[in-house]
């Protein structure tokens, strides 16, 4: 490999710790993060990818550790739209593929798909130039009443 050893490479990596294709597209998928701007979730979802990887020698990482703050969720809150649909179903997928590889455990799973759960309620109701559909306030209340619970449920999980 051009460059350096393949062992630097993330997606090779990837390949030796999640031996499903599907299960490894979607991690792959991750790494990157969403195509539409949103700084908060891609600290929640990639960080935590890229995290997993570092641990196996990968040399870049975003969040090292698996609580997540307050700000960064709520900042996701604000921040999520339609076009983070799709990035919220890889995360999903890619969340569920990190702990069947036994990367990450069962709370911490849980909690990642909770709160992608109500994370993508809100999307749904919002064009990312702002446009909130009909009824938007009400979906936006219900989702932060989730996401207040979620956060009650996995106290260790958040900071």
Same mark, same amino acid.
């Given at each position: ?66 609580? #997540?703050?307050?700000? %960064?969720? =709520? @900042? ?11 990035? $919220?179903?890889? /995360?999903?997928?890619? #969340?569920?593929?990190? %702990?069947? =590889? @036994? ?11 909770? $709160?992608?759960? /109500? ?41």
């Amino acid at each position: 490999m051009p460059g350096g050893k393949a062992r630097d490479n993330p997606i090779h990596v990837l390949g030796e710790i999640i031996r499903d294709s599907d299960d490894a597209w979607f991690v792959a998928s991750m790494i990157r993060g969403p195509d539409v701007y949103a700084q908060s979730l891609k600290y929640i979802f990639t960080g935590r990818v890229r995290w997993v990887l570092t641990r196996r020698g990968v040399p870049f990482t975003v969040r090292p550790h698996p609580t #997540v703050s307050v700000e %960064r969720i =709520a @900042g996701a809150v604000v921040e999520v739209c339609r076009g983070h649909i799709h990035y $919220l179903m890889k /995360a999903r997928e890619a #969340v569920r593929a990190l %702990r069947n =590889a @036994g990367l990450i455990d069962d709370d911490e799973k849980e909690f990642l798909t909770d $709160l992608d759960d /109500a994370l993508s309620f809100i999307a749904a109701s919002f064009d990312c130039s702002g446009y909130a559909d009909a009824g938007a306030e009400h979906v936006m209340d219900s989702a932060i009443r989730v996401i207040n619970r979620i956060m009650d449920r996995y106290p260790h999980l958040v900071e």
